[in-house]
């Protein structure tokens, strides 16, 4: 495959630096349902980028009612955060996007929020814009990381390419190398601005590990457009 046409970016991490907001909303969250945060913070560090109420779903041993309370404070949590001005884009992020788009290539922007906090999100970086889809696990049925359901709705609806193998996936979390491997990217992109480090990105199936996301257009730039 040589032609790289569609790229699937994940947002906190890799696009997006939130500077740890996750872990403060979900302490925030877990306080405000009478949660003990620091019984649970091993398991949302280890699965970052994971759809959150998969991940509440998880923490509270499959009790639905609690586990969408806790998402819902989660959300709510984030998003004061984010109005706050707490979050910035990854340096060369905007740009690097740019690059991509220039070179022929359609970007679709993913996260494992709720579209609430991703639109507060896009509004607060002013990149309402920046792309033609954004995605979360609702607009995938429902599903996030690390299924590869999200890569595979922006396959399908953006028509990109024509094979699985054209699509460039990129993230900081394991699950979002999982994900992307699942739906049979050619190029799996690791990045070094979030959650995880070289060896766990390249144990779950980075094909490459980049220092952040404004060196992907020179990986990509090996490939036609």
Known sequence: ????????????????????LVEQAFTAAAERLGEDPATMIDYVRATMGESKISVFRHLFGGDETRAQQANLAFEAAYGELVSGGLIAPVPGAAEAIAQLKDQGRTVVLTTGFARVTQDAILDALGWRDLVELTLCPADAGGRGRPYPDMVLAAFLRTGAVDDVRQIVVAGDTSYDMLSGVRSGAGIVAGVLTGAHDETALKEHGATHVLASVAELPFLTGAYGA
């Open 1 to 20: 495959m040589t032609d790289m046409n569609l790229v699937v970016l994940d947002m906190a991490g890799t696009t997006v630096a939130d500077g740890g």
